[in-house]
């Protein structure tokens, strides 16, 4: 690879301007930071003072502030875990119709890791990436909507890939590195993640909306098996997952029917 560096004053932190090779989107233009407290914080603030290209994606080994769902912190050792954030614009799609791209992104992060992840890999709902009762992966999106439809996306992904010990109050972090006993070289793993995303990508461009939904619904942890719930309330309830509504709710067989629930109003026993 050829590397042109700057120098980012503000931050003073090297970036490195980079391209992944066969894509149209994802990785096109890449950044690299030497270290980052947040991939989505710099890329939220690089979208505003800047007209980047679709898929724009700025990535760091070394990230100190990085945040999971519902403002839960994601650790990552530095120099052991890829961590993250393209930009994007899809303004094709109904803002109404936004999970769609939670989908998409799970998809894309599954088709990498299971090239190297033979078995019980599954996608948490609504956008974790599990493996058996473990998790592996995450991801952080941020929406800009205009009216009826999406204006921008900031898209974080981490994921555990050289990292052993975990020292957080995390319950179930696995990394890929545990679960196959090699080491890995992480600027190959974005570029492959790249490739995967921007694929899975354009599809979603292409609106082949009923692929991905089956897809997902393929690959989804504990879909049509009998499980135990907690409902914001704290109540338990048995069901079985039917299916994600088009808003992106998750919905469940229960005593009462087929009931739809939002991400903070349910959670797996």
Known sequence: MNYVIFICV?????????????????????LHYRSLESTNLTAIEYLSKNTP???????????????????SKWESEPDKNVS???????????????????QTVSLAIYDFLSTY???????????????GNKKIAGILIQNVLSGAQMQSSVVGIGININQIVF?????NPISLSQLT??????????????RAFDLRYRQLRAKKYEEIERSYLERLYR??????FQRENLSIFAGQITGIAPDGKLQIMTHNGVEAFALKEVSFV
């Open 10 to 30: 503000k931050v003073l932190k090297h970036i490195i301007l980079n391209t992944i090779a066969n894509t149209l989107f994802i990785g096109k233009v890449l």
């Open 53 to 71: 290209s679709d898929g724009t994606t700025i990535y760091t080994y070394q990230q100190d502030g990085g945040r999971g769902q519902i403002g």
């Open 84 to 102: 993250l954030s393209s930009i994007l614009f899809p303004d094709f799609l109904p803002s109404r119709r936004q999970f769609l791209l939670s």
């Open 117 to 131: 992840i033979t078995s019980n890999l599954r996608i948490k709902w609504p956008n974790d990436l599990y493996v």
């Open 167 to 171: 020292l957080s109050d995390a319950p």
């Open 181 to 194: 006993g090699k080491t890995y070289h992480l600027d190959t793993m974005v570029e492959e993640l790249c």
């Open 223 to 228: 879909y049509s098996e009998q499980a135990i």
